[in-house]
């Protein structure tokens, strides 16, 4: 726990240093990415103690707010997702530092720099709090930093516009997760996670009442269809290597909303993965013709992760549904498939959205229909986007 306490910390310490830089963009570089790679690589080290560990690790200090406890839990579940999140925010650090530098002439890069750690540190808060506030307080914190991510080039119209769709659709979802969190608690008769095994007793209603909640809330933010509307404007807005660690591993937090919820109810019924097999099979042939019909590269990205969002859920519900009907061999294998390619799709979108910015910055364009002979311009982005 002292490695996670510390992949909390170091971001935000370098992100508050990089505040103080001015228009020294060097130093707030140094400072920001600094703080951002050390604090994931002690998150790396974190994660994988968590999944190899044979008991959830816990660590909890009192917290003055009625109902709330700084309560934080490393399991096997937490653990898969902080993989991602902290080996992906390790290489946009990196990446945003060659990124931002043409902008340091303009603007004071420090502010950015803050908000892109604390983004880091407010993804790895939501997969490991183990109280509903502090859950809450994260996720919302997680929701603005990305939101002034993607305002970073707020002069151009279209940007503030796919910047307010955002917020607007993120909070939202948090009114459903208020509802769901409020209504938790009521029935545990307490708003800390190691009390919501009461859960498990509920009732088919209540727990699929529940159940409903977490899919909508936690669906807009993963962009899961008809949720995603934020997402095709949002992605192509955002700097690349912010719209990579959105759309690499930030959307996931979603989907571990949703397996972290199902985890205090009690056995779900059939339907409930039959929604999810219906949600992810729609989001997945919309995705995937809407991202066909694209002109702008990184909005075609964009779109594919509606897609691969889509995968992912169909996949999940296809566990649901196994195990409600008794078939454990096909739950194991759907519920596998669908972590899979959590996984997969973290490595290749991030990769491919990392590959937009180089072509961006070459060309000055995200328009397909002008761009052509990159290979040759460009033979190790060219070869890595393949």
Known sequence: MSFLLLALLLPLAGGFAALGTGRRAGLAAAFGAGGAVLGSLCGLAAALRGLTASAPLLWTRPWAVPGGSFALRLDGLSAFFLVPIFLLSLLAALYAVGYLAPFARERRLGPHWFFFNALV???????????????????????????????????RPEVRQAAWVYLLATHLGVV???????????????????????????????????????????????????????????????????????????????????????????QAAPWWGEVL???????????????????????????????????????????LTAAARGLPAI?????????LHLWNHALFKGLMFFGSGAVLHETGTRDMDQLGGLLHRLPVTGTLLV
């Open 121 to 155: 540190t407010a993804m790895a808060l939501v997969v490991t709090a183990a109280n509903a506030l502090l859950f809450l307080a994260a996720w919302e914190l997680m929701s603005l930093t990305s939101f002034w991510l993607v305002a970073f080039e707020h002069r």
């Open 331 to 339: 739950a194991l294998l759907a519920m596998a498939a669908g972590l």
């Open 277 to 319: 097999m219906a949600l992810g099979a729609a989001g997945t042939l919309f995705g995937i013709a809407l991202a066909a019909l694209q002109r702008d590269l990184k909005r075609v990205l964009a779109y594919s992760t509606v897609e691969n969002i889509g995968i992912i859920v169909l996949a999940l519900g296809l566990a």
């Open 176 to 266: 459903f997760l208020l509802a769901l969190f409020l209504l938790a608690g009521s029935y545990s008769g307490s708003l800390d996670f190691t009390a919501f095994s009461a859960l498990a007793k509920l009732a088919p209603g209540p727990a699929a009442l529940l159940f409903f909640l977490a899919v909508v809330g936690f669906g807009a933010k993963a962009g899961l269809f008809p949720f995603h509307v934020w997402l095709p404007d949002a992605h192509p807005a955002a700097p690349s290597h912010v719209s990579a660690l959105m759309s690499a591993v930030m959307i996931k937090t979603g989907i571990y909303g949703i397996l972290r919820i199902y985890t205090f109810l009690p």
